[in-house]
């Protein structure tokens, strides 16, 4: 059992940057995947990124050169930085941890989720 508690969501203006934060109750060092999702209303869950335990990481295709996911061990907290936000960025955006495979849909455990709205 793990729990994930995110935040660091908000309201911004089309180019602008949010960091979003996932605070573990486990340590990540040992957390073989973490990753973040999104879902928009109306719209199907998405992977936005993944980390593997050795840091390794992995990107949906909309975010590459935008968003970059991270770790910090010591904190036992995983982010994502987002940079160059597009109205369609808007979304509920959910952090999750432990899957046999990092860029997958088989996360144990999941976050509450944190809203983050881009305006045009």
């Known amino acids: 059992q793990v729990q994930l508690v995110e935040s660091g969501g908000g309201s911004v203006q089309a180019g602008g940057s949010l960091r979003l934060s996932c605070l573990a109750s486990?340590?990540?060092?040992?957390?073989?995947?973490m990753a973040w999702f999104r879902q928009a209303p109306g719209k199907e869950r998405e992977g936005v990124a993944a980390i593997g335990r050795a840091g390794g990481t992995t990107y949906a295709d909309f975010v590459k050169g935008r968003f970059t996911i991270s770790k910090d061990n010591a904190k036992n907290t995983l982010y994502l930085q987002m940079n160059s936000l597009r109205p369609e960025d808007t979304a509920m955006y959910y952090c999750?941890?432990?899957?046999?495979?990092?860029?997958?849909?088989?996360?144990?455990?999941w976050g509450r989720g944190t809203q983050v709205t881009v305006s045009s």
């Open positions: 486990a340590y990540t060092y040992s957390i073989d995947c």
């Open positions: 999750a941890a432990n899957s046999p495979r990092c860029w997958s849909d088989l996360y144990n455990y």
